[in-house]
C-alpha cells in the first residue's frame, strides 16, 4: 500500500479527487479540501475508516484566486518558495 501522507490538501474540487484525500492520509492524519465542487457533486467517503483512523477532514476557503495567483505563481518564478522540497513522495 505505500506510505500515506501526513496532511492531504485536495485542490480540484472533483468527487475522484477528493475521495482519493481520503485515502491517502496516514492514521491520524488530515485531508484538506480547498477546490469547489458544483453544488450538486456528492462524495462517497468510507465512514469506518475515517472512524479507526481517526481521520480529520478540513474544508478551507477564502483565496481570491484571480487576484492571489498570479503574484503567488510569479514567487514560486522567481525562486521565493521551494516547491521541490514540499513534495516529499
Given at each position: 500500500e505505500g506510505y500515506k501522507a501526513e496532511v492531504c490538501i485536495e485542490v480540484i474540487g472533483s468527487k475522484a479527487?477528493?475521495?482519493?484525500?481520503?485515502?491517502?492520509?496516514?492514521?491520524?492524519?488530515?485531508?484538506?479540501?480547498?477546490?469547489?465542487?458544483?453544488?450538486?457533486?456528492?462524495?462517497?467517503?468510507?465512514?469506518?475508516?475515517?472512524?479507526?483512523?481517526?481521520?480529520?477532514?478540513?474544508?478551507?476557503?477564502?483565496?481570491?484566486?484571480s487576484k492571489d495567483m498570479p503574484e503567488l505563481l510569479q514567487i514560486a518564478a522567481d525562486g521565493g518558495v521551494d516547491l521541490k522540497s514540499a513534495v516529499t513522495r
Open positions: 479527487t477528493f475521495e482519493q484525500a481520503v485515502m491517502a492520509v496516514r492514521d491520524g492524519g488530515r485531508a484538506c479540501y480547498v477546490g469547489i465542487a458544483s453544488a450538486t457533486t456528492r462524495a462517497e467517503v468510507p465512514i469506518t475508516h475515517l472512524v479507526r483512523r481517526r481521520i480529520s477532514l478540513v474544508g478551507s476557503y477564502g483565496a481570491r484566486a
